[in-house]
């Protein structure tokens, strides 16, 4: 099991920037993949972006390709979303996610990640 913690999120206004981190700690971290998640009020939980084990693949919800950048930092265990040109659509709660299975491609189903943060609030004004 891993233990995540997200910080970074607040009030921005439409067209700001925002940088999501999130704390790892417990099992290999650099071992899994990891993924970021968002759930706006009265919305179902939507895949946000992912990120391979390595680093090497990422993958990202076609509404923040080009405006969303996921990385990681090994050294520190820790898990980031830079997050530009932000809209007030992308107002909700973000969660930093860690994959079931070691050495996988990053997925954008929420059942294949069994490890979750308690979520960051963004939100972006108009």
């Known amino acids: 099991q891993v233990q995540l913690v997200e910080s970074g999120g607040g009030l921005v206004q439409a067209g700001g920037s925002l940088r999501l981190s999130c704390a790892a700690s417990?099992?290999?971290?650099?071992?899994?993949?990891m993924g970021w998640f968002r759930q706006a009020p009265g919305k179902e939980r939507e895949f946000v972006s992912g990120i391979s084990w390595s680093g090497t693949r990422t993958l990202y919800a076609d509404s923040v390709k080009g405006r969303f950048t996921i990385s990681r930092d090994i050294a520190k265990n820790t898990l980031y979303l830079q997050m530009n040109s932000l809209k007030p659509e992308d107002t909700a709660v973000y969660y930093c996610?860690?994959?079931?299975?070691?050495?996988?491609?990053?997925?954008?189903?929420?059942?294949?990640?069994?490890?979750w943060g308690q979520g960051t609030q963004v939100t972006v004004s108009s």
């Open positions: 417990g099992r290999t971290f650099s071992s899994y993949p």
């Open positions: 996610a860690a994959a079931k299975r070691a050495w996988a491609s990053p997925g954008n189903d929420g059942n294949e990640y069994d490890d």
